[in-house]
Nanobody, 115 residues
Framework: QVQLVESGGGLVQPGGSLRLSCAAS????????MDWYRQAPGKQRELVAT???????NYGDSVKGRFTISRDNAKNTVYLEMNSLKSEDTAVYYC?????????WGQGTQVTVSS
């Protein structure tokens, strides 16, 4: 059974930083495109960042210049470095893995930005 396990969420003050991790198991990690999504209360899930199997990245407009996605294929892990956090970044963050018709999700990790 494929598993994606997110970690690194928590409470941080505005302007602070967090690094999220997502560890994958039981997939050939290197061939999968990896995404970070987030969902705030009462809002739709939105795509935050994407990294392809080749390492190309793309970001949602609201996080460009503040967030960085990266991957370590040797560790089967994708990261999301979040800087200059704002209250509107508060959400549950999910990682996903996509390859062809295969699409898997993690359980999510809460990020709360508040003073």
């Amino acid at each position: 059974q494929v598993q994606l396990v997110e970690s690194g969420g928590g409470l941080v003050q505005p302007g602070g930083s967090l690094r999220l991790s997502c560890a994958a198991s039981r997939i050939i990690f290197s061939i999968y495109a990896m995404d970070w999504y987030r969902q705030a209360p009462g809002k739709q899930r939105e795509l935050v960042a994407t990294i392809t199997s080749g390492g190309s990245t793309n970001y949602g407009d609201s996080v460009k210049g503040r967030f960085t996605i990266s991957r370590d294929n040797a560790k089967n892990t994708v990261y999301l470095e979040m800087n200059s956090l704002k209250s509107e970044d508060t959400a549950v963050y999910y990682c996903s893995a996509k390859w062809g018709s295969n699409w898997y999700w993690g359980q999510g990790t809460q990020v709360t930005v508040s003073s």
